[in-house]
């Protein structure tokens, strides 16, 4: 924990906002059907970081916790939630082995993956709540410097959520930039 912490605390630390101020495009474009399909208005966002989708959920009437494994990004986030006059109950927590003992109407996992986790997300989740997922694919680029167990493969969100009881409201892989992308919404059956 305390090697993954540093890691991020530095990446944090490093510029005024990692990933910027704004929510994530994805979740920006959803919101509107988000409010319209979240059972209620419990809300989770997996590896926060900095905190600008906790508190963009925040504003959109959202009760939500924030869980991020670096203090620097998470101070950060309580900053932001603050200049927003928003609230959002920031956790320090190492997301390897966490349990998630509480359900909730939306979970966010964007940029971050850890396939043993998403079990768990999915349990987690209110009958007809909402898990959005977001993070990079594979490519050659990435590859050539980093671990591939921390990217997805072509096609893989797709196949993980088909197994579970709910429906895939909206599925993309995008191979343009310098980050591909695969995402997902997905909603669990109520039954």
């Known amino acids: ?21 704004r929510p994530s495009p994805f979740l920006s474009r959803e919101i509107d059907r988000i409010k319209l399909l979240a ?27 924030g869980l991020d494994i670096s203090d620097v990004g998470l101070s950060k986030g309580v900053k932001r939630a603050e200049a927003a006059g928003v609230q959002v109950d920031f956790k320090q927590v190492n997301l390897d082995g ?27 989740l209110a009958p007809g709540g909402l898990l959005l997922f977001d993070t ?9 410097s980093h671990n591939p167990d921390y990217f997805l493969r072509k096609g893989e969100l797709v196949r993980i959520f088909e197994a579970y009881p709910g429906d ?18 997905f909603r669990k059956s109520t039954e």
């Open 1 to 21: 924990m305390e090697a993954d912490r540093i890691k991020w605390n530095k990446r944090f630390a490093s510029e005024d906002s990692f990933l910027g101020t």
């Open 39 to 65: 059972p209620g208005a419990r809300a989770l966002d997996i590896a926060c970081g900095e905190g600008r989708n906790s508190v963009f959920l925040a504003q959109n009437g959202f009760q939500v916790t």
């Open 98 to 124: 966490y349990c998630l003992a509480e359900t909730y109407d939306l979970i966010l996992n964007f940029n971050f993956l850890l396939r043993s986790l998403i079990p768990a997300e999915l349990q987690a």
């Open 136 to 144: 990079i694919l594979e490519s050659p680029q990435l590859l050539a």
């Open 168 to 185: 895939i409201l909206f599925a993309e892989e995008s191979f343009s930039g310098d980050m591909p992308t695969a995402r997902v919404l």
